[in-house]
């Protein structure tokens, strides 16, 4: 079985503004601007994997709400409410492969990325989405 990925799309639960939703991106001091995820570790659930990234790339905890399986050809996307305001000023990450974190309004000028990619993710429907909300 091959190796799969899980990617947080992260927004704030403190802003409802669905013109202006920001989104956390992470700066990789290899790869460049990037959304925080990484590789699914055995035993794993996505949701998971992408909540444990989240935290060791950002320093945020965050409640996982829908995820979209095989979004990428091996990986799921994970989108992930923070309890955090947005703020302009990025900061620094726990992890030494990340130069820095920081809230987007724009996609930045990314090298390994295409902005279409990003694009696509914050326009994506969630509401066809696998809900990870409880019912109760």
């Known amino acids: ?3 799969r990925f899980a990617l947080c799309w992260v927004t704030s639960s403190q802003t409802k503004t669905e ?3 920001a989104w956390i991106m992470v ?3 290899e790869r460049g601007w990037e959304l925080p995820g990484g590789w699914i570790e055995e035993g794993e659930l996505s ?3 992408a909540l444990r990234e989240l935290f060791e790339e950002a320093g945020f905890l965050g409640v ?3 995820i ?3 979004f990428f050809e091996e990986g799921d996307l994970v989108k992930i409410e923070v309890n955090e305001v947005p703020e302009p000023i990025g900061w620094e990450s726990q992890d030494e492969k990340i130069s820095e974190v920081g809230w987007c309004l724009e996609i930045p000028e990314m090298k390994q990325w295409d902005a279409a990619e990003i694009e696509k993710i914050r326009s994506h429907d ?3 989405s696998k809900s990870l909300r409880s019912n109760s």
């Open 1 to 3: 079985m091959s190796r």
């Open 19 to 21: 013109d202006q939703e």
């Open 27 to 29: 700066n990789n001091i």
């Open 47 to 49: 949701e998971e994997s």
């Open 64 to 66: 996982a709400t829908h």
């Open 68 to 70: 979209e399986k095989d």
């Open 126 to 128: 969630w509401s066809d």
